[in-house]
């Protein structure tokens, strides 16, 4: 597997400097290594990246982009080698026939954010697009994604710029845990296409018309992320996020004082 | 999950060449319920037969009038495409409700037609392989049968099998009258009512379906119907969304007035296939569409259940989910909450 | 610190948001560690007897297969070290069904499943206890010495001469918390050390249990828990899979991953018993309670005690000089049951409120005057004042934000088309505590800015732990937000309380915030200016031109909350719709009314409260596990069958906080949100079910089959 050098701009510079200054001068001769990544992990799962998230940010994207490792021999059977588009990239990987799609992802590709809740199929945390469409990547056969392209809760924001769903999600409160985060996430980017595409639900009144881009309600919204379980119980939270992702116009939080 | 071999095909014909090749080998299509039971070990095949990759072929498409003069849905095409097809939504209602009252979106966008009538039972015992169950494992018994059968049958069970048949597309079909189009090992192809699809367990609940080994799903052919104004889905679960059926009905009226001319009713969650209601449409034909008309053929048609320790209720349940059902349809199809 | 610069009191976006949103937030499995060996346990198929025979022969032979560790050959552990529900492979003996009976460590998780299931065992099988139906006749008194009898007056006698009377029975299933992070850890062992990534509500708990069951001193021991992906109790005490995953990593000399999955979720951490409770409730015709009894049938394991305290509501609720609370416990074969959200509140209040509301028709008296007109002056149970109690106004708003009037007085008249609509209310509880947690805060001076670390080992499942410290700290130190950092989630930090029994917020914010007065007492305490009014930490840094400052505290309860009985109220309103053919259910709004003294974060604090009403739709709606006694598994095994609520499940959901100034149980005045949001939800759904159906469900969940 091939390892790119990453290119930084000048601001991440200036945030390497910040961060681990004493990697800098390695940085940015020789790219980001894994070690750098371990580090920057450290640092964000200690919380030290707060203040400077917003320009982290696509760090991280990048530096989950660095490749672990190769699996001895003795780890793949029944190898297939696959070729898929993965937020964008290139990426070419031996997989043994039996790895998930979600699997390849977190412990080949290094990308974590897709979440293994049930691995059945029956609770959405990992749930990627794929070609356009949210599907569940734990029931998806790594093998079957030859030429196919998959985009996942990393390859969300544009740059330093957060997609609209991910920001109304942070206004809006859609989640504690966040754990079932990414992939509630990224099934309501898939749901605003579906939505411009006129797509029914199981609640909508009246099917038989021809189609045409729908405003959701809240319950219509609520059936279709019926899919995406979220034990901490945002789903108040999480409609509301979709609700102001699709209109654009700000929706009310509530919470009152009396008393 | 077993070591497998994973294996592209590039036709239908290729395909079922390499199936029999391997007495061991599956086909894989969504992967929504295979998958799911390999890694429960309950599925054990040594080979996977990818009829993905043959998405570009007229096995996936959506067309119209061929044959029946209704609509022909390709096997692999994915459950999403055959709900949200504007002429299906408009000509076969029932059908896009059924499919989108089952699962989530992220499934329907993986799972194909042709593997939607082969998924599985939801028995709990069928999945738990420490358990007994003829389905999975023929000879070793029943443990729904004595054990926690709230899910399970109420018609057309055997001493062998208590389980019931998860779809709720087909359920649609059956009240539609489709039939599935299968291309056999010699190239021939034949054409199952899908009635005659799925079969109730008897001595054989390992077989699911009519389906021989070495055939292969191409298609499902529906016919037009008269009822897509006055028909319905409804499902009843227990919580609002993302779970299988207690019961569910699908039901169209052809109306004359307020004479129904024929009714259409299946029902889920009930048997080991998607259950006819024949009696009840029977009893309707002719008849002034009423409550009083609905509750009588409902009853009626619950007369022959036979429920297990745990499924009392899905008699009651299946007479008021079958007027739901009628009255919705005869309000014109609308949500069923 | 004028108030419209303070931080507390602000509905501020989570700062640890950013992380979860993006994917980057790294949860125990997201760690990426080279050379990773990967584990998967496998459980036993009967509930009691002994393993004679474990064949791991073709498991041991299979492809990437690393190591099988079973009692045979797993190294000797303590099992008295503090790890919950046993199941730690050191002997054949087998006590419930699905306790973990080995491991097998694999290359990848592919190769360690599929040998899990090569796996051959042959047990000699004894009589299990597993029929909870039966068992619970025979039922005996619990040895915890916190669940004898309260005894109050002559219950049973003046019950007898009650004008009113009311006795039934109310029965809540088995439930899971299945956070939708199963259980998961990575271990890595650095010479005889180890690092254990592993969602963790007790941070400190967590490292003793591991070093003690290990047999390493605690510093030996380090838990790292930045993220935790839910617990709601389950990951409160730890279980059998942290040791295990330890073990394995010692045993292949490669660090390890294991992650449970989410069948084995069903019987590896723990879950909240079945309990029968029966209510007696003795009136006058002017509905003043004379006297009230309640009785709660439960079970446990074979080998330990857990009960959740389903009486604690009917000891602190109402106003009755005659009371009888007690207990009685069936040891069954079965997983320990454990601290599940809300514990005994939440199901004690479901039997507790909905006799209530029985009682309220049976008198023809509205339910809200009912619980009024019994509303206690100071705690019945102990006699002490309260420190503050507001369920009269939490029941008076709701009443009027909700619009209570329109509810329909007589059951079933409210219909609209196939749909009955129904209002119920009803009120909750839980205690308010403060418990030990010590704080660090380190600050430093950049040009005219201060910057602060916070390091505390507290936890954040999700609750805004990280966000309500940062905004703590942020007023306790006189900067802005964004220039506090919060470090949390390890055990290397200073030891600090769990996230548990809804006493993270009140332990944690505390202690930062004494650490923040502590500092500021230090720093003006070095300096020799003179000033007028209190100046903050950031002003005496910066006019003292300090670099660098630290300090630490180890903050405790004030001593005079003993004193007092100091508890979060609320009150709960639910609107149902439910279909009178097919008895579907929908909760169609929903309003919690909370007195929980200081709010810190409206925002997170609202997420907690409609988190804990999600929790109650599904306990009073889907949530059930059902055992089949003859084997002692559950027929429900996975997600499709164990129906948590999905978001079609939730409508509208409203929370209204109380204003309460309250200082007496913690300085902060904060009293605890995380567990009272599902105290009393379940009962005021099944009472407007009640008043939409003339239908009472004593027996939860209320699925379809009981309603039609």
Same mark, same amino acid.
């Given at each position: 597997?091939?390892?790119?050098?990453?290119?930084?701009?000048?601001?991440?510079?200036?945030?390497?400097?910040?961060?681990?200054?004493?990697?800098?001068?390695?940085?940015?001769?020789?790219?980001?290594?894994?070690?750098?990544?371990?580090?920057?992990?450290?640092?964000?799962?200690?919380?030290?990246?707060?203040?400077?998230?917003?320009?982290?940010?696509?760090?991280?994207?990048?530096?989950?982009?660095?490749?672990?490792?190769?699996?001895?021999?003795?780890?793949?059977?029944?190898?297939?080698?696959?070729?898929?588009?993965?937020?964008?990239?290139?990426?070419?990987?031996?997989?043994?026939?039996?790895?998930?799609?979600?699997?390849?992802?977190?412990?080949?590709?290094?990308?974590?954010?897709?979440?293994?809740?049930?691995?059945?199929?029956?609770?959405?945390?990992?749930?990627?697009?794929?070609?356009?469409?949210?599907?569940?990547?734990?029931?998806?056969?790594?093998?079957?994604?030859?030429?196919?392209?998959?985009?996942?809760?990393?390859?969300?924001?544009?740059?330093?710029?957060?997609?609209?769903?991910?920001?109304?999600?942070?206004?809006?409160?859609?989640?504690?845990?966040?754990?079932?985060?990414?992939?509630?996430?990224?099934?309501?980017?898939?749901?605003?296409?579906?939505?411009?595409?006129?797509?029914?639900?199981?609640?909508?009144?009246?099917?038989?018309?021809?189609?045409?881009?729908?405003?959701?309600?809240?319950?219509?919204?609520?059936?279709?992320?019926?899919?995406?379980?979220?034990?901490?119980?945002?789903?108040?939270?999480?409609?509301?996020?979709?609700?102001?992702?699709?209109?654009?116009?700000?929706?009310?939080?509530?919470?009152?004082?009396?008393? | 999950?077993?070591?497998?071999?994973?294996?592209?095909?590039?036709?239908?014909?290729?395909?079922?060449?390499?199936?029999?090749?391997?007495?061991?080998?599956?086909?894989?299509?969504?992967?929504?319920?295979?998958?799911?039971?390999?890694?429960?070990?309950?599925?054990?095949?040594?080979?996977?037969?990818?009829?993905?990759?043959?998405?570009?072929?007229?096995?996936?498409?959506?067309?119209?009038?061929?044959?029946?003069?209704?609509?022909?849905?390709?096997?692999?095409?994915?459950?999403?495409?055959?709900?949200?097809?504007?002429?299906?939504?408009?000509?076969?209602?029932?059908?896009?409700?059924?499919?989108?009252?089952?699962?989530?979106?992220?499934?329907?966008?993986?799972?194909?037609?042709?593997?939607?009538?082969?998924?599985?039972?939801?028995?709990?015992?069928?999945?738990?392989?420490?358990?007994?169950?003829?389905?999975?494992?023929?000879?070793?018994?029943?443990?729904?049968?004595?054990?926690?059968?709230?899910?399970?049958?109420?018609?057309?069970?055997?001493?062998?099998?208590?389980?019931?048949?998860?779809?709720?597309?087909?359920?649609?079909?059956?009240?539609?009258?489709?039939?599935?189009?299968?291309?056999?090992?010699?190239?021939?192809?034949?054409?199952?009512?899908?009635?005659?699809?799925?079969?109730?367990?008897?001595?054989?609940?390992?077989?699911?379906?009519?389906?021989?080994?070495?055939?292969?799903?191409?298609?499902?052919?529906?016919?037009?119907?008269?009822?897509?104004?006055?028909?319905?889905?409804?499902?009843?679960?227990?919580?609002?969304?993302? %779970?299988?059926? +207690?019961?569910?009905?699908?039901?169209?009226?052809? /109306?004359?007035? =307020?004479? $129904?001319? @024929? #009714?259409?009713?299946?029902?889920?969650?009930?048997?080991?296939?998607?259950?006819?209601?024949?009696?009840?449409?029977?009893?309707?034909?002719?008849?002034?569409?009423?409550?009083?008309?609905?509750?009588?053929?409902?009853?009626?048609?619950?007369?022959? %259940?036979?429920? +297990?320790?745990?499924?009392?209720?899905?008699?009651? /349940?299946?007479? =008021?989910? $079958?007027? @739901? #059902?009628?009255?919705?349809?005869?309000?014109?199809?609308?949500?069923?909450? | 610190?004028?108030?419209?610069?303070?931080?507390?009191?602000?509905?501020?976006?989570?700062?640890?948001?950013?992380?979860?949103?993006?994917?980057?937030?790294?949860?125990?499995?997201?760690?990426?560690?080279?050379?990773?060996?990967?584990?998967?346990?496998?459980?036993?198929?009967?509930?009691?007897?002994?393993?004679?025979?474990?064949?791991?022969?073709?498991?041991?032979?299979?492809?990437?297969?690393?190591?099988?560790?079973?009692?045979?050959?797993?190294?000797?552990?303590?099992?008295?070290?503090?790890?919950?529900?046993?199941?730690?492979?050191?002997?054949?003996?087998?006590?419930?069904?699905?306790?973990?009976?080995?491991?097998?460590?694999?290359?990848?998780?592919?190769?360690?499943?599929?040998?899990?299931?090569?796996?051959?065992?042959?047990?000699?099988?004894?009589?299990?206890?597993?029929?909870?139906?039966?068992?619970?006749?025979?039922?005996?008194?619990?040895?915890?010495?916190?669940?004898?009898?309260?005894?109050?007056?002559?219950?049973?006698?003046?019950?007898?001469?009650?004008?009113?009377?009311?006795?039934?029975?109310?029965?809540?299933?088995?439930?899971?918390?299945?956070?939708?992070?199963?259980?998961?850890?990575?271990?890595?062992?650095?010479?005889?050390?180890?690092?254990?990534?592993?969602?963790?509500?007790?941070?400190?708990?967590?490292?003793?249990?591991?070093?003690?069951?290990?047999?390493?001193?605690?510093?030996?021991?380090?838990?790292?828990?930045?993220?935790?992906?839910?617990?709601?109790?389950?990951?409160?005490?730890?279980?059998?899979?942290?040791?295990?995953?330890?073990?394995?990593?010692?045993?292949?000399?490669?660090?390890?991953?294991?992650?449970?999955?989410?069948?084995?979720?069903?019987?590896?951490?723990?879950?909240?018993?079945?309990?029968?409770?029966?209510?007696?409730?003795?009136?006058?015709?002017?509905?003043?309670?004379?006297?009230?009894?309640?009785?709660?049938?439960?079970?446990?394991?074979?080998?330990?005690?857990?009960?959740?305290?389903?009486?604690?509501?009917?000891?602190?609720?109402?106003?009755?000089?005659?009371?009888?609370?007690?207990?009685?416990?069936?040891?069954?074969?079965?997983?320990?049951?454990?601290?599940?959200?809300?514990?005994?509140?939440?199901?004690?209040?479901?039997?507790?409120?909905?006799?209530?509301?029985?009682?309220?028709?049976?008198?023809?008296?509205?339910?809200?005057?009912?619980?009024?007109?019994?509303?206690?002056?100071?705690?019945?149970?102990?006699?002490?004042?309260?420190?503050?109690?507001?369920?009269?106004?939490?029941?008076?708003?709701?009443?009027?934000?909700?619009?209570?009037?329109?509810?329909?007085?007589?059951?079933?008249?409210?219909?609209?088309?196939?749909?009955?609509?129904?209002?119920?209310?009803?009120?909750?509880?839980?205690?308010?505590?403060?418990?030990?947690?010590?704080?660090?805060?380190?600050?430093?001076?950049?040009?005219?800015?201060?910057?602060?670390?916070?390091?505390?080992?507290?936890?954040?499942?999700?609750?805004?732990?990280?966000?309500?410290?940062?905004?703590?700290?942020?007023?306790?130190?006189?900067?802005?937000?964004?220039?506090?950092?919060?470090?949390?989630?390890?055990?290397?930090?200073?030891?600090?309380?769990?996230?548990?029994?809804?006493?993270?917020?009140?332990?944690?914010?505390?202690?930062?915030?004494?650490?923040?007065?502590?500092?500021?007492?230090?720093?003006?305490?070095?300096?020799?200016?003179?000033?007028?009014?209190?100046?903050?930490?950031?002003?005496?840094?910066?006019?003292?031109?300090?670099?660098?400052?630290?300090?630490?505290?180890?903050?405790?309860?004030?001593?005079?909350?003993?004193?007092?009985?100091?508890?979060?109220?609320?009150?709960?309103?639910?609107?149902?719709?439910?279909?009178?053919?097919?008895?579907?259910?929908?909760?169609?709004?929903?309003?919690?009314?909370?007195?929980?003294?200081?709010?810190?974060?409206?925002?997170?604090?609202?997420?907690?409260?409609?988190?804990?009403?999600?929790?109650?739709?599904?306990?009073?709606?889907?949530?059930?596990?059902?055992?089949?006694?003859?084997?002692?598994?559950?027929?429900?095994?996975?997600?499709?069958?164990?129906?948590?609520?999905?978001?079609?499940?939730?409508?509208?959901?409203?929370?209204?906080?109380?204003?309460?100034?309250?200082?007496?149980?913690?300085?902060?005045?904060?009293?605890?949100?995380?567990?009272?949001?599902?105290?009393?939800?379940?009962?005021?759904?099944?009472?407007?079910?009640?008043?939409?159906?003339?239908?009472?469900?004593?027996?939860?969940?209320?699925?379809?089959?009981?309603?039609?």
């Amino acid at each position: 597997m091939n390892q790119q050098k990453t290119q930084l701009t000048a601001e991440e510079i200036k945030l390497f400097g910040d961060l681990m200054p004493e990697e800098l001068a390695e940085i940015t001769q020789s790219g980001l290594n894994r070690r750098h990544f371990m580090k920057l992990v450290g640092l964000a799962s200690a919380g030290l990246l707060t203040s400077h998230l917003i320009g982290a940010e696509q760090l991280f994207a990048r530096a989950a982009d660095i490749n672990i490792e190769d699996l001895p021999e003795s780890a793949i059977e029944n190898g297939v080698m696959v070729s898929f588009k993965v937020n964008a990239a290139d990426k070419k990987v031996l997989v043994d026939s039996r790895s998930s799609l979600l699997d390849t992802l977190r412990e080949r590709l290094g990308l974590t954010g897709s979440k293994k809740g049930c691995d059945h199929g029956q609770c959405g945390a990992c749930t990627v697009i794929l070609d356009g469409k949210r599907i569940l990547s734990c029931l998806t056969l790594a093998a079957s994604c030859e030429g196919k392209s998959v985009i996942t809760i990393e390859g969300l924001a544009k740059g330093n710029e957060l997609n609209p769903m991910q920001a109304a999600f942070l206004k809006h409160d859609g989640f504690q845990c966040g754990f079932c985060t990414p992939g509630q996430i990224c099934s309501a980017v898939a749901l605003m296409k579906e939505a411009k595409d006129g797509q029914v639900s199981y609640l909508t009144k009246d099917i038989r018309t021809k189609a045409a881009p729908v405003m959701l309600s809240d319950e219509e919204i609520a059936e279709r992320m019926s899919g995406n379980i979220c034990r901490c119980g945002a789903y108040p939270n999480i409609v509301a996020a979709i609700k102001e992702a699709q209109s654009g116009k700000d929706v009310q939080q509530n919470w009152l004082f009396a008393g | 999950m077993r070591p497998f071999k994973y294996t592209g095909a590039n036709s239908p014909s290729d395909a079922l060449k390499l199936l029999i090749k391997n007495p061991n080998a599956r086909f894989l299509a969504g992967g929504t319920n295979l998958i799911d039971l390999m890694k429960e070990d309950v599925e054990r095949p040594d080979e996977l037969i990818d009829l993905t990759r043959l998405d570009s072929t007229s096995f996936s498409k959506i067309s119209f009038g061929v044959n029946t003069a209704g609509v022909s849905l390709g096997a692999t095409g994915k459950n999403t495409d055959a709900a949200h097809h504007p002429e299906i939504r408009q000509n076969f209602p029932i059908l896009t409700k059924a499919i989108l009252a089952g699962a989530s979106a992220q499934i329907r966008n993986m799972a194909t037609n042709g593997g939607n009538l082969l998924q599985r039972t939801r028995c709990s015992y069928f999945y738990d392989t420490a358990m007994a169950c003829n389905k999975r494992s023929p000879g070793s018994g029943c443990a729904a049968m004595e054990g926690i059968n709230r899910m399970h049958a109420i018609f057309g069970w055997s001493e062998n099998c208590v389980a019931v048949y998860p779809s709720d597309m087909a359920v649609a079909l059956s009240a539609l009258d489709a039939r599935i189009k299968v291309m056999q090992a010699d190239g021939n192809v034949r054409s199952i009512p899908i009635h005659d699809f799925h079969r109730l367990p008897g001595d054989h609940p390992e077989k699911d379906n009519n389906l021989n080994r070495t055939e292969l799903i191409t298609s499902i052919e529906i016919p037009t119907n008269k009822f897509a104004a006055h028909s319905a889905y409804v499902k009843v679960r227990d919580r609002n969304s993302y %779970a299988f059926a +207690l019961v569910s009905v699908a039901a169209g009226l052809v /109306l004359e007035g =307020n004479k $129904i001319l @024929s #009714a259409h009713i299946a029902m889920g969650g009930v048997a080991h296939k998607p259950w006819r209601a024949l009696k009840a449409e029977a009893l309707l034909k002719g008849k002034i569409a009423s409550t009083a008309n609905f509750t009588a053929a409902a009853q009626a048609e619950m007369t022959e %259940a036979k429920p +297990l320790s745990h499924n009392k209720f899905k008699v009651a /349940l299946g007479r =008021n989910t $079958i007027v @739901s #059902a009628l009255e919705i349809a005869l309000r014109g199809a609308e949500s069923p909450i | 610190m004028e108030e419209k610069n303070k931080s507390i009191g602000k509905a501020v976006n989570r700062i640890d948001g950013i992380l979860k949103i993006t994917g980057k937030a790294t949860y125990a499995t997201d760690y990426p560690i080279k050379n990773m060996a990967f584990a998967v346990i496998f459980k036993s198929t009967i509930a009691s007897g002994t393993i004679v025979n474990l064949d791991t022969t073709s498991a041991e032979q299979a492809n990437g297969v690393l190591a099988v560790i079973t009692h045979k050959n797993a190294p000797r552990l303590n099992e008295k070290g503090g790890i919950r529900g046993g199941a730690l492979l050191q002997s054949p003996e087998i006590l419930f069904y699905g306790q973990h009976i080995g491991v097998v460590v694999a290359e990848t998780f592919e190769q360690a499943r599929h040998a899990a299931h090569l796996i051959k065992v042959d047990y000699q099988k004894k009589e299990g206890k597993t029929d909870f139906e039966k068992l619970a006749t025979s039922a005996g008194a619990p040895r915890g010495k916190e669940l004898a009898d309260l005894i109050r007056g002559d219950a049973l006698g003046m019950l007898d001469t009650s004008a009113v009377k009311l006795e039934e029975v109310y029965e809540t299933p088995i439930e899971h918390h299945h956070p939708m992070e199963p259980h998961s850890t990575i271990a890595v062992w650095e010479g005889d050390k180890v690092v254990l990534y592993n969602g963790s509500q007790i941070i400190n708990g967590a490292q003793a249990a591991a070093a003690e069951t290990l047999n390493l001193k605690p510093e030996q021991v380090r838990i790292v828990s930045p993220f935790i992906g839910g617990g709601f109790g389950s990951k409160g005490g730890q279980w059998a899979n942290l040791i295990l995953t330890a073990v394995a990593a010692k045993v292949v000399s490669r660090p390890v991953k294991l992650a449970l999955t989410r069948q084995q979720m069903f019987n590896s951490v723990g879950l909240r018993q079945q309990n029968i409770q029966r209510i007696s409730l003795g009136a006058s015709k002017d509905g003043k309670l004379i006297s009230l009894v309640h009785e709660t049938t439960t079970q446990t394991a074979i080998d330990s005690e857990f009960l959740e305290p389903c009486g604690d509501c009917s000891k602190v609720m109402y106003e009755v000089p005659n009371a009888l609370i007690s207990y009685k416990v069936a040891p069954m074969h079965m997983m320990l049951p454990t601290y599940t959200r809300g514990p005994g509140k939440s199901t004690g209040s479901f039997a507790l409120e909905s006799a209530m509301d029985e009682l309220a028709y049976k008198l023809q008296m509205d339910p809200i005057e009912l619980r009024i007109k019994n509303e206690p002056q100071k705690d019945p149970s102990n006699g002490k004042p309260w420190s503050s109690r507001k369920t009269v106004e939490c029941l008076r708003e709701g009443a009027k934000a909700f619009g209570w009037a329109n509810r329909k007085v007589v059951p079933g008249s409210n219909r609209v088309g196939d749909d009955l609509i129904g209002y119920g209310v009803a009120c909750g509880t839980y205690p308010a505590r403060q418990r030990d947690s010590s704080a660090v805060i380190k600050l430093t001076k950049s040009g005219e800015n201060v910057f602060a670390i916070v390091e505390i080992a507290a936890s954040d499942l999700g609750t805004g732990t990280n966000t309500i410290l940062a905004q703590t700290a942020a007023d306790g130190l006189g900067i802005p937000l964004v220039h506090v950092t919060v470090k949390l989630g390890d055990s290397d930090l200073p030891p600090a309380a769990g996230s548990v029994g809804s006493v993270g917020a009140a332990s944690f914010a505390n202690a930062v915030n004494d650490a923040c007065t502590k500092i500021t007492d230090e720093l003006l305490a070095r300096s020799a200016k003179q000033f007028f009014i209190r100046p903050t930490a950031y002003q005496l840094i910066v006019s003292e031109n300090i670099k660098n400052y630290q300090t630490r505290v180890d903050a405790k309860a004030p001593k005079e909350a003993e004193q007092y009985s100091a508890h979060s109220f609320n009150a709960n309103f639910a609107e149902v719709r439910v279909n009178a053919l097919t008895g579907m259910v929908k909760v169609t709004r929903f309003l919690a009314v909370t007195g929980a003294g200081k709010i810190l974060n409206p925002k997170t604090a609202r997420s907690q409260i409609i988190g804990g009403n999600v929790w109650g739709i599904g306990m009073a709606l889907s949530e059930e596990s059902v055992m089949d006694p003859r084997w002692g598994n559950f027929a429900t095994r996975s997600f499709g069958d164990y129906h948590v609520p999905a978001n079609l499940d939730v409508g509208k959901l409203d929370a209204i906080f109380i204003n309460e100034e309250d200082k007496i149980p913690n300085k902060m005045g904060v009293k605890g949100i995380g567990e009272v949001g599902i105290v009393g939800v379940a009962a005021a759904i099944a009472n407007a079910i009640f008043n939409a159906t003339g239908k009472r469900i004593r027996k939860l969940p209320i699925t379809p089959d009981k309603l039609i």
